[in-house]
């Protein structure tokens, strides 16, 4: 019997690179499980899965029953699944060799473990780059699945939205599937029998691809009786529709319409699509995107393109290049290039498990006995101007000229960026915001009225609003001058311009930076080039982020100018104030570190934790990003007086 609706079920499941035990676990019982026990009872059901490969791995060790029922699957026949990247990457943003790593990677993984070579893929985030083509092409994939709206973005409509099309690029062809997601979400609002019904007495002869969790997204959980209460339903439709997976179909399918995409990034997994009328942002055409509307996000991906870079310079070990690569692919995962239902960007587990794979990359491209301490002057982050890159045995300390501030602080022996934050924006993920578009760096230097409160100021700061201050300067937006470069020595000498039409503008900024092993050391003069005597607050910034908050993760300590024992300080609901200090010490619990800061004067300290709200799981909570360290100074300055002081950052193991 010819039945004139095929339905495609589909299920699309993965972890970030990061994700705890219990998170998993709660992933497995609340989604993975009940998918794949409820599909086992019913036979005539065919389903097309996909698991990235970290997500199998884990699963794997875990719940090899689960395995072992997903191989029973796929024997006879009723599962299909489906190949991709392997660290599930955000496809377009990888260099070639990476793109073609990490599919065959997946590829080799599904082959030996069940059996069979996947036929088609998943591309993570449905991100599209018409030049994909080609590589999905060599890599032996002979279709993919693209969303109901990306076949509208690219003049398809009508009954070419219910049909699968050919793309072709340099000489190459694919298969495209569409799948909806309207009619997805319906199959939760109404039972999917009534809906399937209407389309098959309609008659015309059409093939609907269906993800119900990916439809649904990060709105709702679904409960074990609702899947069990779906399949049922779809058992129903059994006498008007096919139920068949992609595999079996395209290689049959002729007379498909030709179509090209354009670069795209489906809307569940970006939430700035719906939001490209609110001031700042740019809609999402491109899945590069991101790297624009973010820049913790364009950090990694610039750090993902440096250490590429090293490991090609590798030469003669063909284990270690390898081993190397393999880490940098663990940093690949789209989770931090896009929103997700995962928390994407915002969460810092994910950001810390990418660093972490990078830094061991890193590490594992310098040869011992062979590495030499360095001053590198290289366009880190792809935007056209030079950073200034300190390289110790130790420590990473990279240097931006706008603000003179450091944007990635690195302790390779714990692999550990103490510069993976976030900054706030104005309010949290999913919902109408402007965006700051400021990165948070180390040394953002501030000029405030004397007179300031400074508490007020933490707020503004917490909130990500002080740049607009009116009455301030935020020479951490400005654009400092290269004074002097000694590569040989690891000393390196910025000059911020008087400007005379800001507030405090006729104050001068020479700002030295020197990293000599573990050890950073920062030098400030400040210079009165006006006519009257200024008075004002000089507030250097600092971000730290540790592992997480609370006395588990970290202790601080403050030792004030006369007193004979420190102050422990703990801000965890708000900014906490010291005043007259020299010293402060912070101990990373988790990683067994030691950051102790040093002071030539004494200064008022505020203390405060940022936290920024992600969702876990199906709810949204505030997470941890980085601890805030405002070192507050108030300065007279005479006309062409000078204001000096040095602070020291040492790192060291405990």
Not at 363 to 380: H, N, W, Y
Not at 429 to 435: E, I, K, L, N, Y
Request: with cysteine; proline share 5%.
């Amino acid at each position: 019997m010819e039945f004139p609706l095929k339905l495609i079920i589909g299920s699309y499941n993965h972890v970030p690179v990061g994700t705890g035990d219990d998170e998993l676990e709660w992933i497995y019982t609340k989604k993975l499980k009940p998918f794949v026990v409820n599909l086992n009872k019913y036979p005539a059901i065919q389903a097309v899965l996909h698991y990235s490969g970290v997500l199998l791995q884990r699963i794997e060790k875990i719940h090899p029953e689960f395995f072992m029922l997903m191989k029973d699957l796929v024997a006879r026949k009723q599962v299909e699944l489906l190949g991709g990247g392997f660290y599930e990457p955000l496809l377009p943003l990888l260099p070639l060799p990476d793109k073609i790593g990490q599919i065959e990677m997946l590829t080799t993984y599904l082959r030996r473990e069940f059996g069979k070579r996947p036929q088609g893929c998943w591309l993570s985030a449905l991100a599209w780059e018409q030049n994909l083509l080609g590589v999905l092409n060599a890599c032996g994939m002979g279709y993919t699945f693209l969303s109901e709206e990306q076949f509208l973005r690219a003049g398809l409509s009508g009954p070419d939205l219910y049909a699968p099309c050919i793309s072709e690029d340099q000489g190459k062809l694919i298969t495209i599937f569409p799948f909806s997601n309207r009619c997805a979400a319906d199959f939760f609002r109404e039972k999917p029998s009534l809906i399937l019904k209407k389309l098959a007495d309609e008659g015309r002869r059409r093939i609907i691809s269906v993800f119900p969790d990916l439809a649904l997204g990060s709105k709702k959980s679904v409960t074990d009786e609702e899947i069990q209460a779906f399949f049922e339903d779809l058992a129903r439709c059994d006498s008007f529709v096919e139920f068949t997976t992609p595999g079996k179909l395209y290689k049959t399918l002729r007379g498909l319409k030709k179509a090209f995409f354009s670069d795209s990034l489906e809307g569940e997994f970006s939430f700035q699509n719906r939001e490209r009328e609110t001031a700042g942002w740019t809609e999402a055409g491109s899945p590069r995107q991101f790297l624009i509307n973010y820049p913790e996000a364009n950090g990694i991906y610039s750090k993902m393109m440096f250490i590429n870079v090293l490991i090609n310079q590798l030469r003669g070990d063909k284990s270690r290049k390898r081993t190397a690569r393999e880490e940098l692919w663990k940093a690949q995962g789209y989770d931090v290039f896009c929103q997700t239902q995962y928390g994407g960007i915002y969460r810092n587990t994910t950001r810390n498990a990418v660093y972490r794979a990078l830094l061991v990359a890193e590490r594992i491209t310098r040869e011992k006995g062979a590495f030499v301490p360095s001053l590198l002057v290289f366009d880190f982050d792809l935007d056209g101007e030079w950073e200034y890159l300190f390289q110790d045995v130790h420590i990473n300390c990279y240097i931006k000229s706008q603000g003179a501030s450091i944007f990635e602080l690195d302790y390779l022996p714990k692999t550990w960026n103490y510069l993976d934050t976030m900054a706030p924006r104005r309010s949290g993920p999913g919902d109408a915001f402007s965006v700051e578009n400021i990165r948070r760096t180390a040394f953002v230097d501030f000029l405030s009225p004397f007179d300031s409160a400074i508490q007020e100021l933490a707020k503004e700061s917490a909130a990500g609003s002080f740049y607009e201050d009116p009455a301030g300067r935020c020479c951490g937006i400005e654009q400092y001058e290269v004074l002097d470069l000694d590569r040989v020595h690891g000393k390196l000498c910025f000059r911020l311009p008087p400007r005379p039409e800001l507030p405090f503008g006729l104050v001068e900024i020479e700002k030295k930076y020197q990293l000599k092993k573990d050890t950073l050391t920062v030098r400030y003069r400040l210079i009165n080039h006006g006519e009257e005597t200024e008075r004002f607050c000089f507030i250097p910034r600092i971000d730290l982020a540790f592992p997480g908050e609370g006395d588990s993760y970290q202790q601080i300590s403050g030792f004030c100018s006369g007193a004979k024992e420190p102050v422990l300080l703990k801000p965890v609901d708000g900014a906490e104030e010291l005043l007259e200090v020299g010293n402060i010490e912070f101990r990373d619990i988790k990683n067994e570190v030691t950051i102790a800061l040093h002071s030539g004067r004494a200064f008022d300290l505020w203390l405060y934790p940022l936290w920024l709200p992600c969702r876990m799981n199906d709810q949204i909570a505030n997470r941890y990003q980085s601890t805030c360290i405002m070192l507050v100074n108030r300065i007279v300055l005479e006309p062409d007086g000078f204001w000096e002081t040095d602070y020291t950052l040492r790192i060291s193991q405990k």
